[in-house]
Structures are given as structure tokens and as C-alpha cells.
């Protein structure tokens, strides 16, 4: 199993969303856990009764609530005997972090990709600076940033004050443009309880398309846009 993490102080539960879903229609097997403060994903996702901590599965994903490290999941899921991510029947897990605490308590420094989010308005930039501080140990990050208008001067931005941060950035940056059409499509599939991508502007299925194929590696990127686009 692969395990990828997306830290940072920005919303990322409809962008994860979207890349559990697309993963899946490549028939991966996917287990999405949210641990963020607010826990939105619990909101958005149906579900029947509840618990502190709990799994559920939506649109062919399985989904993880309330769990505090990778042993507790290992439990619910009755393999607590076993040791490490490989004893997970998943392809892929996805860990929504905007703590420091909680990279540490699910080992993401072990993780097969790590994925600083964010977009450049002040909380999250520097609340996502605080999350890097928060991690004892260095850690490699490929950024994902979001923007009304890409702007090297933003990426130089947070280049600067991620200065003498334990953090070493990848050469590369996936960058998707905020558009409200892409807001409206995603508010909507909250609503109607359905992970829906053919909506999305074009703009996004190719940044969607970049980050799916930077995680599965052995597809090619065309062949992922063009299942996108449908």
C-alpha cells in the first residue's frame, strides 16, 4: 500500500475527494482518512449512525472518522496483530494532516509522496508554515497551490518564509487555478452526495489529471485525462 499525505491549513476535502475518485475509477483500492481539526469530510460523506471513530464507504472509497494513528485503523479493521501499512487491503491511503502532532502519529515521514496544499491568503499560508514547524523531523514536500492567477511572485513568497524550515522542496510544483465554476460544481456534488469530476473546468482536470499521475506513476498522464474528461 502507498501512503500519501496532504498537509496543510487550506480545505482540502473536495481536492482529495476528487483524486480518491479518480484513483478509483482506475480500480485502486482507496482509503481516505481524514484527522484535521474540523474533520469536514464527515460532513460531506454520508453516512448511517455515527461514532466517535468509524469507517464508511462512498462512491467505491472507503473513508476513515475519528481514528488517532494508523494502529487504531489496524484495529477497527480487525488486524491489529499485524505491523505496518503494507498489512492495509488498500492500494492507497490518503491522510488529510493540518497538525504536526498527527504526521507524526500516522508516520508520514515513511509516506510514499507528501503534498503541502495551499492556497496564498494569510491563515493558510502561514498557519501551513506553522504545521511544517510543528514536524520534529525534515521533511520532502511537493507543492500543491492553489490561485486565482499562478503567479511566480506567490511561489517566491512562500519559498521565502519557508526559510530555514525543516522542509526540502521537490523541483517541481502542481499548481490549479481557482475558478467558481469549479466551486460551484464541487458545492454541488456535496449536495446531491456524489463525487462528479465531468463538471470541473478543464483547467482543473488537467491539474487533477497531474497529481493522479504523479501518485500512480506507471500511467500515462494522457490516458488519465482523457478518463477525466470521460
Do not use: C, H
Amino acid at each position: 500500500m502507498k501512503t500519501i499525505g496532504f498537509i496543510g491549513a487550506y480545505d482540502k476535502t473536495d481536492f482529495i475527494l476528487n483524486i480518491a475518485k479518480t484513483l478509483a475509477e482506475f480500480e485502486r483500492t482507496v482509503l481516505v482518512v481524514d484527522t484535521t481539526a474540523l474533520g469536514k469530510l464527515k460532513y460531506v460523506v454520508p453516512t448511517i449512525s455515527p461514532t466517535k471513530s468509524y469507517m464508511t464507504n462512498f462512491e467505491k472509497i472507503d473513508f476513515a472518522f475519528g481514528f488517532e494513528n494508523l494502529q487504531e485503523i489496524l484495529k477497527y479493521l480487525g488486524l491489529e496483530q499485524q505491523e505496518g501499512k503494507n498489512a492495509m487491503p488498500y492500494d492507497y491511503m490518503l491522510i488529510d494532516i493540518d497538525n504536526g502532532n498527527n504526521f507524526e502519529k500516522f508516520d508520514l515521514k515513511k509516506a510514499d509522496a507528501n503534498y503541502f496544499v495551499t492556497a496564498f491568503d494569510l491563515y493558510s499560508l502561514r498557519r501551513g508554515i506553522n504545521i511544517i514547524e510543528e514536524i520534529k523531523t525534515p521533511i520532502r514536500l511537493t507543492k500543491v497551490l492553489f490561485s486565482y492567477e499562478i503567479s511566480k511572485s506567490d511561489e517566491d513568497y512562500l519559498e521565502f518564509i519557508s526559510q530555514e524550515k525543516n522542509v526540502i522542496w521537490n523541483d517541481y510544483t502542481i499548481y490549479f487555478t481557482i475558478l467558481k465554476e469549479d466551486n460551484q460544481a464541487m458545492e454541488e456534488n456535496e449536495r446531491v452526495a456524489q463525487i462528479r469530476l465531468k463538471r470541473l473546468s478543464n483547467e482543473y482536470k488537467e491539474s487533477l489529471a497531474t497529481i493522479v499521475q504523479d501518485i500512480i506513476k506507471d500511467i500515462n498522464v494522457n490516458k488519465v485525462k482523457k478518463m477525466i474528461k470521460g
